[in-house]
């Protein structure tokens, strides 16, 4: 019992016991980084040819930016996963993450060479702006909205995937990119009430009263538990769902 109110105490249903290497593991939000970057295979996975070499350097680019840099940025900004990692820590994360994010972008560019690989520039110039307008809340906070926040962690690793294999878009990647956009505005607005009842709720209160006359009461848990499972659903399933299409693509069973 000990250990359920415990992990009910904790700032996200995925956050590690605190102190430590732990803090760390949550501050990378799993399922959430693997959410986002199963839009970069997606992505990719939509291209005429997919390199594998290209996957995993776009992998890694957007697990520096978003895993690390993004959400590094996010804990200094108020501390919401009340991690104890020193400041200038958080810091040389923040940097270490978006340099080592455009290293990979500029050496994706001298690979696949001129005139494809220039593409990529635009999309190495947006990250790092998205990354610190969204966790900063610059510019009046307009990107930290919803729909900012789907197009950042959404529709952009997807095209970004497929311009990395590519080197143009398309309308396949157009149509992948507002569906990553649909399905991270539907993850935020199944994770941010999730995140305010788990942080700031102190006490729910009430009864909900069925046609037959039995009533459930109100409580904190039962107002998040539905949330929680879905957002652990849907990180699995979407996953599965890049993962499924990389096997496919890169053993040749597509063509």
């Known amino acids: 019992m000990a250990d359920r109110a415990d992990a009910a105490a904790r700032p996200a249903f995925y956050a590690a016991r ?31 040819h997919v390199y594998a070499s290209r996957l995993l350097a776009s992998l890694a680019a957007f697990f520096l930016a978003v895993g690390v840099a993004a959400h590094a940025l996010d804990e200094l900004h108020g501390r919401p996963l009340r991690t104890s990692i020193p400041g200038p820590l958080l810091t040389a994360a923040t940097v270490f993450g ?12 001298a690979v696949i060479g001129w005139p494809a ?7 190495m110039v947006a990250g790092p702006v ?7 809340e610059l510019f009046g906070g307009v990107v930290h909205t919803d729909i900012g926040f789907a197009a950042a ?35 935020r607005r199944l994770s941010a009430p999730a995140r305010a009842i788990r942080r700031r709720v102190v006490r729910a209160e009430g009864t909900i009263t069925f046609a037959d006359g039995h009533a459930v009461p109100v409580t904190a848990r039962l ?33």
């Open 18 to 48: 605190p102190g430590g290497w732990r803090d760390w593991w949550t501050l990378l939000h799993p399922p959430y980084t693997a959410w986002h970057l199963s839009y970069v295979v997606i992505g990719a996975c939509l291209a005429p």
């Open 98 to 109: 978006l340099a080592g994010a455009l290293a990979l972008g500029a050496v994706g560019i």
């Open 117 to 123: 690989g220039w593409i990529l520039l635009p999309f």
């Open 130 to 136: 998205l990354v610190v307008a969204y966790n900063a």
């Open 153 to 187: 962690w959404g529709a952009f690793p997807a095209l970004t995937g497929y311009a990395a294999q590519d080197g143009t878009l398309s309308l396949a990647a157009l149509l992948a990119a507002a569906g990553a956009l649909a399905l991270s505005a539907a993850q």
């Open 223 to 255: 107002l998040l538990d539905p949330l929680e499972r879905a957002l652990r659903a849907a990180s699995w399933a979407i996953v599965l769902l890049a993962a499924a299409l990389a096997t496919a693509r890169l053993s040749g069973t597509i063509p």
